[in-house]
């Protein structure tokens, strides 16, 4: 079956930096366009960015570009949330998802495959 295992998250003081793993299994890896999104406490799912399936082109959320990097090594079937000058309202739960073939949204509902969530906390 379909697997997305989240790795990496922490503590760690603001301004500091954190890179998220998210390994997939159970599906061709190549042909999906990958998500990250994060949940804080007492808020809803928010889009943090997106890469194609190919790894050329992606988005951000306005919130993290230019501090957040999303990138993918299809013969690892793994993507990467590199996370550099964390503030403390980047702190919530990060959960990478699978579209299959999807041209890139941030719309969560479009992604069928979710990992289980890694924890970042940052702290000032």
């Known amino acids: 079956q379909v697997q997305l295992v989240e790795s990496g998250g922490g503590l760690v ?42 790894g050329d082109n992606g988005d951000y959320a306005d919130s993290v570009k230019g501090r957040f990097t999303v990138s993918r090594d299809n013969a690892k079937k793994t993507v990467y949330l590199q996370m550099n000058s964390l503030k403390p309202e980047d702190t919530a739960v990060y959960y990478c998802a699978a579209d299959f073939l999807g041209p890139g949204t941030y719309d969560s509902s479009k992604y069928g495959y979710w990992g289980q969530g890694a924890q970042v906390t940052v702290s000032s």
């Open 13 to 54: 003081q603001a301004g500091g930096s954190l890179r998220l793993s998210c390994a997939a299994s159970g599906l061709s890896f190549s042909r999906y366009t990958m998500g990250w999104f994060r949940q804080a406490p007492g808020k809803e799912r928010e889009f943090v960015a997106h890469i194609s399936w190919s």
